[in-house]
């Protein structure tokens, strides 16, 4: 019974302060390895996502064009493709999926101007950042790239 008892006692106890500095320890180091990792994948994400919902704004507003013979106006925007525009003929829509306008990875509006710089029409996300230029995660998704 003593060779019971011993085992029972030793089971009870709990991990001692130094186990648990080194599971800690180890910890960290994973975190400072692997987190910015992860975190660089993260908003490289956005920005893919971005491009992604631009295609699609792209996509939506060529059969727009089909149907109503125009593209939207600066005024009509990209609402006009989940929104009929109350002067338009040819409106068959919602052309988008959602029943409401997508916002870029960021929250924020798209920028649709029409006519464009670089095309018909110019899609700009800002980037993480909200403000035109910037590198990185700040850099603008841009239509015409």
């Not at 029972?8 to 500095?21: A, I, M």
């Not at 975190?39 to 059969?63: P, R």
């Not at 064009?65 to 002067?87: C, H, S, V, Y």
């Amino acid at each position: 019974m003593t060779t019971h008892n011993r085992t029972t006692r030793r089971s009870n106890h709990g991990f001692t302060l130094v186990e648990l500095l080194v599971v800690l320890a180890i910890l960290g180091l994973l975190a400072g390895l692997v987190g910015p990792k992860v975190l660089n994948q993260l908003g490289g994400a956005k920005s893919k996502t971005a491009k992604i919902q631009i295609k699609d704004f792209e996509q939506s507003l060529d059969i727009y064009k089909l149907d109503t013979g125009r593209l939207p106006n600066a005024q009509e925007g990209l609402k006009a493709l989940i929104e009929r525009p109350g002067n338009v003929s040819g409106w068959n829509g919602p052309y988008l999926k959602k029943a409401e306008l997508p916002k870029d990875p960021w929250g924020r509006d798209y920028v649709y101007t029409i006519p464009g710089k670089h095309g018909d029409v110019d899609i700009i996300s800002l980037g993480a950042d909200g403000a035109p230029g910037g590198e990185g995660e700040n850099a603008d998704i841009v239509s015409w790239d």
